[in-house]
């Protein structure tokens, strides 16, 4: 999703009273402030490539129908073409005066081969035109995400399975809560970044039916094809109704939609990386490939990449509202309003995938500091609840009672200043004389994330056994 660098050149190729393209009924051009309100040129240009296909598929089928001759749609094709080949090497002559991509497109076609460019728009409308380049950007865009994210995934499943027994501890309320292995923290986010996939290719699904031929918004009386186009485009199919063709934009909001829930996933991974890389934890190193020095603090290694993602969520969930109140309320069909529709998805979605790069780049550079993880691991009494359990289990005590009982004894633990772990047997039978020689051997970090084994839970065996499974997932794919 890199972005060429496209010049805009500020002169108008004058065209009688204002526009070539629109101007028969016009007797003066446009104030200034009307052009550069109206302009969109300096955004859409990114939507050239998209222009061009939608165009060529466009002529193909309006020779195939006979709608115009072979002779001018091979010369249009050309045209074309030679366009193509002017963005790509940034000699394109782009103009504000042309307002947007399609009449600067069409303008220059012009230039190019005359007369016959006058009947590349025969069946068509702007409005139809920009909604199939639209969505042809958004597609690309989201297949994009898709393909990183997978990548994302496969970078945390290397990751869990060298650490599919390290220990660290697992928080609620970012309060030690239970011992967890690193490896099944990792498996976390392989799980929503399947789901964050799963509503972009949901997406990506829905939105795959083509505007194209449904013209300004009622359809046109030219005999066109538009299962031809559609099929050409890559679409499943014509979308059935015109106006609705013309004037939606829901395929944008459940983009970005799919785009912010995505980024809101990253930016908890990445305050993790923050919490992680903090001295106080030390759980994780960054290389000097993810972090930044600081100008007066010699001793500094900031982690800026993670803040960076952890913040970009900002700007993609800004995104998403700014679309959603732009499509409030607005009439159907075509409104200009909508022209409005492409700034946040060209700025939100490359961000996502710089965040998913990122981050995908991050889990690939961390070194783990198993010593760290397990020293905090066992503090903060993260094992009561394995005494909790054994009570239950070979007392066969109510869980409620066992839970007091518990209670109790950390509290004991924390009179002496130590953990529960640490507590004698001789201790723990003050509390209650119940306890036996075995309980001492639940305490352990290692013997409680052992013991975890239901579906779902932490034990070693089990995050061997999902990193498998989303190993033989997500390389199959790769
Ligand atoms: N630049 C316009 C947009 O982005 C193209 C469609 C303009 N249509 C019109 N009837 N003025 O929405």
């Not at 104030?31 to 998209?50: C, F, P, W, Y």
């Not at 199939?132 to 970078?155: N, S």
């Not at 986010?189 to 013209?215: C, F, K, Q, T």
Request: glycine share 8%; hydrophobic share 45%; charged share 25%.
């Amino acid at each position: 999703m890199t972005e060429r660098t496209l010049k805009t050149s500020t002169p108008a190729p004058q065209v009688g009273a204002g526009n070539a393209l629109w101007g028969g009924r016009f007797e003066a051009g446009p104030g200034a402030i009307m052009e550069e309100i109206n302009a969109s040129i300096d955004v859409d240009k990114r939507l050239a490539t998209q222009d061009i296909s939608g165009s060529l598929a466009h002529v193909a089928m309006l020779a195939a129908t006979g709608i115009v001759t072979e002779d001018d749609a091979a010369r249009i094709s050309e045209g074309l073409h030679t366009i193509a080949g002017e963005i790509e090497a940034g000699t394109f002559p782009f103009s504000r005066a042309l307002e947007d991509i399609h009449m600067n497109i069409e303008a220059r076609l012009k230039d190019l081969i005359g007369e016959p460019a006058g009947r590349l728009h025969t069946a068509r409308s702007r409005n139809d035109q920009v909604a199939t380049d639209f969505k042809l950007w958004v597609r690309d865009a989201l297949d994009g995400l898709d393909a990183e994210l997978g990548d994302l995934q496969r970078a945390f499943v290397e990751v869990a399975e060298r650490h599919a027994a390290t220990i660290m501890p697992g928080f609620t309320h970012l309060q030690s809560a239970q011992p967890v292995t690193f490896g099944h923290h990792c498996l976390a986010y392989v799980e929503m970044i399947a789901r964050d996939r799963g509503r972009i290719r949901d997406a990506r699904h829905r939105m795959n039916e083509s505007p194209l031929g449904a013209a300004a918004l009622a359809g046109t009386a030219f005999p066109i094809d538009r299962e031809m186009t559609a099929s050409a485009l890559g679409f499943e199919g014509p979308m059935h109704n015109s106006l609705d063709a013309v004037s939606s934009r829901d395929f944008a909001l459940e983009a970005l939609a799919a785009a912010a829930i995505a980024a809101t996933h990253l930016s908890r991974f990445a305050e993790e990386v923050v919490i992680w890389c903090s001295a106080p934890f030390g759980f994780v190193k960054l290389s000097d490939q993810f972090t930044t020095g600081s100008s007066i603090m010699p001793q500094k290694k900031n982690p800026d990449a993670a803040e960076l993602v952890r913040a970009k969520v900002g700007r993609i969930v800004g995104a998403l509202n700014t679309l959603l109140i732009v499509m409030k309320g607005v009439p159907l069909a075509y409104s200009k309003d909508m022209q409005e529709d492409k700034p946040p998805l060209f700025d939100a979605l490359p961000a996502l995938s710089l965040c998913v790069r990122a981050s995908a780049g991050m889990v690939r550079d961390l070194t783990v500091n198993e010593d760290a993880m397990r020293a905090l691991a066992s503090k903060g009494h993260t094992t009561a609840t394995d005494l909790a359990d054994w009570l239950v289990r070979t007392l066969g005590l109510p869980f409620r009672e066992a839970h007091h009982i518990t209670g109790a004894a950390v509290l004991a633990a924390d009179r002496k200043g130590k953990e529960i772990a640490e507590l004698t047997l001789a201790e723990l039978q003050e509390v209650d004389g119940r306890i036996t020689e075995d309980a001492l051997t639940v305490l352990t970090v290692d013997r409680s994330v052992a013991s975890r084994t239901s579906l779902g839970g932490t034990a070693p065996e089990r995050v061997r056994e999902e990193a498998a499974r989303w190993r033989a997932v997500l390389w199959a794919d790769a």
